[in-house]
């Protein structure tokens, strides 16, 4: 089955709400990675974060390792939040190799 | 500022050509990455290159081939390109937190 699962797979907000995204995997991992991605667009990292909870700006990581599982928190969104957030994990040690989720998918309208 | 230069951004080649994708950074990073980008498959690893002439095989190796001559430039090769190597690219650099860049988006005829 697939390492790493995201969920929503899509997400529909009025600009100002809140957005919780989930990234559940199912195995050990040796480190974590959120980005986000506007349509045909490239990667933007938004967090490097192997344990605990970490802050920039409006968004908020926090990974817990023992229950497998990384969110991502978008408050007070803005329709510049519109586009997909992907997480990747590196379950190899010291591999560098990632596996990604397929992504939410967020569109935050007006 | 940390930078991930990819050249060219579009390419258009007809089945049976070769076709050179380059990749630079200029943050010495040790270990470089090649990506593609398919809808419902998302990104899947190609190669990872850990320094000049270290290259290992990513998840989805066949019909590419990797060079890495300089820590600063990493090059994806598709020899005889084939219509299901239509995709977009993505190349990476780390430390450890992976940096992308732009992206090419190739098509094959």
């Known amino acids: 089955g697939q390492q790493v699962q995201q969920s929503p797979a899509s997400l529909v907000l009025q600009e100002g709400e809140n957005a919780e995204l989930q990234c559940n995997f199912s195995?050990?991992?040796?480190?974590m990675q959120w980005f986000y991605q506007r349509p045909g667009g490239s990667l933007v990292s938004l967090f490097y974060?192997?344990?605990g909870t970490k802050h920039s700006g409006r968004l908020t990581s926090t990974t817990v390792i023992k229950e497998r599982r990384s969110s991502l928190h978008i408050s007070s969104s803005q329709t510049t939040d519109s586009g997909t957030y992907l997480c990747?994990?590196?379950?190899?040690?010291?591999?560098?190799?990632?596996?990604f989720g397929h992504g939410t998918i967020l569109r935050v309208h007006p | 500022d940390m930078k991930v230069t990819q050249m060219p951004r579009y390419l258009i080649k007809r089945m049976g050509e070769n076709v050179l994708l380059e990749c630079g950074q200029d943050?010495?990073?040790?270990?470089m990455y090649w990506y593609r980008q398919d809808p419902g498959l998302g990104l899947q690893l190609i190669y990872i290159?850990?320094?000049?002439?270290?290259?290992s095989e990513g998840d989805i190796p066949k019909g590419y081939r990797v060079s890495r001559k300089k820590r600063e430039h990493f090059s994806l090769i598709l020899d005889s390109a084939k219509t299901n190597q239509t995709s977009v690219y993505f190349c990476a650099s780390s430390p450890y937190e992976q940096y992308f860049g732009p992206g090419t988006r190739l098509t094959v005829l």
């Open positions: 943050m010495s990073h040790e270990t």
């Open positions: 195995t050990s991992l040796n480190s």
């Open positions: 974060n192997p344990s």
């Open positions: 990747a994990l590196e379950t190899g040690a010291n591999t560098g190799k990632l596996t």
């Open positions: 290159s850990y320094d000049v002439d270290s290259n």
